[in-house]
Nanobody
């Protein structure tokens, strides 16, 4: 089970840190990713990190503003979001890769377990 937290309502230019805790399983060997879905839009890739954190990948829209990281000891995934914009408003989901996490997968179909999501709202 994946459980996200840390969402909220903030003003443009603010920062938030999302967390995703895994219970009942270890995620150490998997790539982990963050995706988001805005109202009326399809779910889209935000960021991913391979099993040991050596490789990360970001969507162009968040590159330079968001940072993905993971802490194996806590079985936790993070997404540090800075300089937030109104267009970042969405439900954010964490996900676990289907296979071993040798690379930072970007496609939704590469993931097979999802959290329930946490709402991020950025006001202008």
């Amino acid at each position: 089970q994946l459980v996200e937290s840390g969402g909220g309502l903030v003003e443009a230019g603010s920062s938030l840190r999302l967390s995703c805790v895994a219970s009942g399983r270890t995620l150490h060997v998997h790539t982990m990713g963050w995706f988001r879905q805005a109202p009326g839009k399809e779910r889209e890739f935000v960021a991913s990190i391979n099993w040991n954190g050596a490789e990360t990948s970001y969507a162009a829209s968040v590159e330079g503003r968001f940072t993905i990281s993971r802490e194996h000891a806590k079985n936790t995934l993070y997404l540090e979001m800075n300089s937030l914009k109104p267009e970042d408003t969405a439900i954010y989901y964490c996900a676990k890769s289907r296979t071993y996490g040798t690379t930072s997968y970007r496609a939704i179909e590469d993931y097979d377990a999802w959290g329930q999501g946490t709402q991020v709202t950025v006001s202008s």
